[in-house]
């Protein structure tokens, strides 16, 4: 199939291009390059050092012989975006570009500006290109289950059915999200919702639970090939920040009593999670949503799997509770349904002390580039 991967430079994208790719795919990866430069903004790296697009992708060709296109642009740039659709004719769009952090969305109005205009109109664009110039494109979107917060109630997979008054309908899940960057996202369903109704596209939605883990069958290839390792307060997500945070003797900080549960999967599953959408396409003018996530952890769990490895290489942390720098639930309720993908044959990789030893030593290789300054939060949502 001819796929593009829009976001194929970041961290979710880079290993998704590569998999699709060795799967027999032909690839084109679409990426502004705009999170490399929120590194240098925040004063703030990946923990692995990661090669320029170019040198990712020559070094892809020269192990495997297989070509990936680069169309370097920006989502929100329409020209640029009908330029690629015309010319590379996209069976399948895997839209990763936006700006995924909900600490970077709540610095203040710019950036919850820039993220907003960044991520609604960027996937506004992708449906109009759609539409224009490849109708019969899967678009397949990264949603997040951040869209749904945390409902007293199972939260079922993008449609509950509702009886009221008398009548039923099946109607989109209710969204209650817990920051800009979460909203931004609860748009994005409307507006694809709206455009599957309306134009007849046909779109998955991949709420997807936070991503841990670092490296895919086909980033360790080779050093060039590496993925990114995010760390720092803005960017890092929990299991992956609390590894770092071991790494360099610092206490686990978990935010609040660390009651908050969330869904998690291995970068591994987000990859074959991708593959199965793409092979097995939505129906012309359907939304269809998929919980992409394989297990729950609440927060203080997670410390303590981190702790414990730690222990066990010798190195001795604590776990410290800061005040909570966000607005959410700490004590709730959690439990959501994550059928479908299995149904179509996902078999989970689960969160195994090794995949937590494989991440530390990665980070324990690479001590100097851990900026100590940066591993506690600094941006508040009040
Ligand atoms: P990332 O920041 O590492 O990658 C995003 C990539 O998109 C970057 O390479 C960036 O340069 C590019 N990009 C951003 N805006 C763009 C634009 N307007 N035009 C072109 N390129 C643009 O993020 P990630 O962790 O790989 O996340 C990818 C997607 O998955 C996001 O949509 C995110 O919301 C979703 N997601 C991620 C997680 C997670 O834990 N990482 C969890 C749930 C959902």
Same mark, same amino acid.
């Given at each position: 199939?001819?796929?593009?991967?829009?976001?194929?430079?970041?961290?979710?994208?880079?290993?998704?291009?590569?998999?699709?790719?060795?799967?027999?795919?032909?690839?084109?990866?679409?990426?502004?390059?705009? $999170?490399?430069?929120?590194?240098?903004?925040?004063?703030?790296?990946?923990?692995?050092?990661?090669?320029?697009?170019?040198?990712?992708?020559?070094?892809?060709?020269?192990?495997?012989?297989?070509?990936?296109?680069?169309?370097?642009?920006?989502?929100?740039?329409?020209? /640029?975006? &009908?330029?690629?659709?015309?010319?590379?004719? +996209?069976? =399948?769009?895997?839209? *990763?570009?936006?700006?995924? &952090? =909900?600490?970077?969305?709540?610095?203040?109005?710019?950036?919850?500006?820039?993220?907003?205009?960044?991520?609604?109109?960027?996937?506004?664009?992708?449906?109009?290109?759609?539409?224009?110039?490849?109708?019969?494109?899967?678009?397949?979107?990264?949603?997040?289950?951040?869209? #749904?917060?945390?409902?007293?109630?199972?939260?079922?997979?993008? #449609?509950?059915?509702?009886?009221?008054?008398?009548?039923?309908?099946?109607?989109?899940?209710?969204?209650?999200?817990?920051? /800009? #960057?979460?909203? &931004?996202?609860?748009?994005?369903?409307?507006?694809?919702? *709206?455009?599957?109704?309306?134009?007849?596209?046909? !779109?998955?939605?991949?709420?997807?639970?936070?991503?841990?883990?670092?490296?895919?069958?086909?980033?360790?290839k080779d050093p060039v090939l590496s993925n990114r390792l995010d760390y720092d307060g803005v960017?890092?997500? =929990?299991?992956?920040?609390?590894?770092?945070?071991?790494?360099?003797?610092?206490?686990?900080?978990?935010?609040?009593?660390?009651?908050?549960?969330?869904?998690?999967?291995?970068?591994?599953?987000?990859?074959?999670?991708?593959?199965?959408?793409?092979?097995?396409? !939505?129906?012309?003018?359907?939304?269809?949503?998929?919980?992409?996530?394989?297990?729950? *952890?609440?927060?203080?769990?997670?410390?303590?799997?981190?702790?414990?490895?730690?222990?066990?290489?010798?190195?001795?942390?604590?776990?410290?509770?800061?005040?909570? +720098? $966000?607005?959410?639930?700490?004590?709730?309720?959690?439990?959501?349904?994550?059928?479908?993908?299995?149904?179509?044959?996902?078999?989970? #990789?689960?969160?195994?002390?090794?995949?937590?030893?494989?991440?530390?030593?990665?980070?324990?290789?690479?001590?100097?580039?851990?900026?100590?300054?940066?591993?506690?939060?600094?941006?508040?949502?009040?």
């Open positions: 199939m001819r796929v593009i991967v829009a976001g194929g430079d970041g961290f979710c994208g880079w290993p998704t291009a590569l998999h699709l790719s060795n799967q027999g795919h032909e690839v084109a990866i679409l990426d502004n390059l705009s $999170r490399r430069k929120i590194d240098d903004e925040l004063n703030s790296n990946s923990v692995l050092p990661i090669a320029s697009i170019e040198d990712r992708v020559d070094k892809w060709k020269e192990i495997t012989n297989k070509e990936i296109h680069i169309y370097k642009g920006d989502l929100n740039h329409y020209d /640029f975006l &009908s330029m690629v659709m015309k010319q590379f004719q +996209p069976e =399948a769009l895997v839209h *990763f570009a936006e700006q995924r &952090s =909900a600490p970077y969305s709540m610095i203040d109005r710019e950036h919850a500006v820039y993220t907003q205009s960044n991520n609604v109109i960027g996937t506004l664009n992708v449906l109009y290109a759609i539409k224009e110039f490849a109708p019969e494109c899967h678009l397949i979107k990264l949603g997040t289950m951040g869209e #749904y917060g945390t409902p007293n109630i199972d939260i079922e997979e993008g #449609y509950i059915e509702v009886e009221h008054n008398g009548r039923k309908d099946i109607m989109p899940y209710p969204k209650q999200p817990g920051s /800009f #960057y979460h909203l &931004s996202k609860v748009h994005d369903s409307h507006n694809i919702m *709206f455009a599957c109704k309306a134009w007849g596209i046909k !779109a998955t939605d991949l709420n997807q639970g936070v991503v841990y883990g670092l490296q895919t069958e086909e980033t360790l960017y890092g997500t =929990a299991l992956n920040r609390f590894i770092i945070q071991a790494a360099i003797n610092h206490d686990i900080t978990v935010y609040g009593s660390g009651k908050q549960t969330r869904a998690f999967l291995n970068i591994k599953d987000t990859v074959r999670c991708v593959e199965i959408a793409m092979n097995n396409p !939505a129906d012309t003018g359907e939304f269809r949503v998929f919980n992409q996530f394989t297990e729950y *952890f609440t927060v203080q769990e997670l410390a303590e799997k981190v702790q414990k490895v730690a222990n066990s290489k010798e190195i001795n942390v604590d776990i410290k509770h800061l005040d909570n +720098p $966000r607005v959410e639930a700490e004590a709730h309720y959690y439990h959501a349904v994550n059928t479908k993908l299995k149904t179509l044959g996902l078999e989970p #990789y689960l969160l195994t002390d090794e995949v937590i030893v494989e991440i530390l030593e990665s980070a324990l290789a690479y001590p100097n580039r851990i900026k100590k300054e940066n591993v506690l939060p600094t941006i508040s949502w009040r």
